[in-house]
């Protein structure tokens, strides 16, 4: 689904991203973990061609930087942290804009494009906010909401930019299940985040950004916490806990005495 290749990134004559070589298959829910300013934005915007780079990027046997704008647009949709819209939008009329990127210049959504704005908050289990305005509804929903637009627009790769920041707990929950339920449908999802905890109980897969380069593997096998303390400079544990049965792991920040504290 998604292959990369020798990516080479610079950005303001400094070198962001060296020598990154994975491939990701269909069906994934991906977490993409590192440092603020590791380049994680940097890698979404290479992947949506909108950044000088080299190297190769393909995607569903594609490859992006020979797509025109509207032909890449049907394969990849992003979801940026913020997303804002007029408040007197409604939850269809927002789905319904993922639709325009099948369109023709000038050509306005007919009846195909609104069933498929429907199937999207279908598929979503939000079909009952449609008529609700966007401004009104939580978080929570307003993220699921945007994931819907990205489903009508027919994009099989969806880059989320911390979808969760900002949330409360319930809604971080609420994205997370659903990430992973488009990916059981056969959907790549990406998803950047600062929260391991998200990435060990969620993720299929992990992309690990660090000094430039990149590490993917599984979050059972990546995400120890030797590696989670040098990533963020901070000593963590990786714990794990039985749940009704099940192993779960989690990241919990071991003890670290601060010294100008503790001589006051």
Known sequence: ???????????????VLQQLNFTLP?????????????????????????????????????N?????????????????????????????EMVLMGTTANLKPFQQPGK???????AA????????????????????????VTVARSVAQNSRVILMDEPCANLDFGNQM???EMARELARQGFLIIQSTHEP???LNYADQILLLEKQRMTVGKPDKLLTSQRLSRLYHYPVKVVTVNVDGQQKRFCIAARKELKHVANL
């Open 1 to 15: 689904m998604l292959r990369v290749t020798n990516l080479n990134v610079h950005y303001a004559q400094k070198l």
């Open 26 to 62: 269909a069906g994934q829910s991906v977490c993409l973990l590192g440092q603020n300013g590791a380049g994680k934005t940097t890698f979404f915007r290479a992947i949506l061609n909108t950044i000088a780079y080299q190297g190769k990027i393909v995607i569903a046997g594609q």
């Open 64 to 92: 992006t930087k020979k797509l025109p704008r509207a032909a890449l647009a049907k394969k990849v949709a992003y979801i940026p942290q913020n997303h804002e819209a007029p408040a007197n939008f409604s939850v269809f």
């Open 112 to 118: 195909a494009e609104e069933k498929r704005a429907l």
């Open 121 to 144: 908050l279908e598929r979503l289990g939000i079909r009952y906010l449609q008529h609700d305005y966007f401004g009104e509804i939580s978080g929570g929903e307003q993220q699921l």
């Open 174 to 176: 609420m994205v997370l």
């Open 197 to 199: 905890n998200h990435a």
